[in-house]
């Protein structure tokens, strides 16, 4: 019993880890500033965020933004309306390496999309060193599974923080197909209640959608972001400013706004 609680405990915690820079540093942060990072902390995540998700930060803002600006379009990253739910697994890889090709190549339409980011792209996709991340991901699982004769654990500890194709595809696909619409948003963006709870309220799409400035992506009582809960965890810590100025100006617009259905 006690090694499963094991585990259990280390896939949360290395899924938390993951979570927290790609909802919480990448998303609310660096792509939307809705928390605001010093400057240390930017250098820390521009230098350390690859190496813990796998996923370059200047792609990553620049991918999302493009998904904002173009959301359920065919020029959207990952939209399920125009590719279909399944198929979004892959085209979000796809389009991945299509923008991290164009921001190394300069083009326009993508250095656009980030040009007030101040930091490039990492080195180990500048080098062509991009699988090391999942190498040492990897070899970490293996050491847990074979050295200490734990494969389990060592598997929980990759699953946990390589998760965010999971997380993305959910986020992605679902909260763009299904669940309830609290704002009328030109898009097909929805709040996925399962999706929220699974992927730190990542599932508010259509909350978030309506307002992307607003580091909290609940609005009804009942809808609970326990990414805005980690935002705030990290303010205590000194990492990070919760932007309460956008937070107002966007609590405002929503309670002015007409409900959709």
């Not at 405990?9 to 990448?26: G, H």
């Not at 998700?53 to 939209?79: F, I, K, N, Q």
């Not at 739910?85 to 890889?93: D, G, I, N, S």
Request: glycine content about 8%; proline content about 4%.
């Amino acid at each position: 019993m006690a090694y499963w609680v094991l585990c259990l405990s280390v896939f949360a915690l290395t899924y938390l880890i993951n979570i927290f820079y790609i909802s919480v540093l990448y998303h609310r942060g660096l792509t939307h500033s809705a928390v605001t990072l010093g400057s240390a902390a930017r250098r820390f995540v521009a230098s350390t965020g690859n190496w813990i998700t796998g996923m370059d930060p200047l792609a990553w803002c620049c991918m999302h933004r493009m998904h904002h600006r173009y959301s359920d379009t065919p020029l959207d990253p990952h939209s399920p309306v125009t590719r279909g739910v399944w198929p979004v697994f892959m085209a979000q890889l796809d389009s991945y390496k299509s923008t991290l090709k164009g921001l190394l190549k300069g083009e326009d339409f993508y250095v656009s999309q980030v040009r007030d980011l101040d930091f490039p792209v990492s080195w180990l996709n500048r080098k062509k060193r991009w699988a090391l991340p999942y190498l040492l991901h990897a070899g970490i699982g293996l050491v847990l599974a074979i050295g200490f004769r734990v494969p389990l654990l060592g598997l929980s500890y990759w699953l946990g923080m390589m998760s965010h194709p999971i997380q993305g595809w959910m986020v992605n696909a679902l909260a763009h197909s299904w669940g309830h619409r609290n704002f009328s948003t030109p898009d097909n963006s929805r709040n996925n209640t399962l999706v929220a709870w699974l992927v730190m309220g990542e599932g508010f799409q259509n909350n978030h959608h309506f307002s992307p400035a607003s580091a909290r992506f609940s609005y009804q009582r009942w809808e609970v972001d326990l990414g805005y809960v980690l935002c705030l965890i990290a303010e205590k810590a000194g990492v990070l400013q919760v932007r309460r100025d956008l937070l107002l100006a966007t609590q405002v617009s929503r309670e002015s706004a007409i409900v959709g259905t």
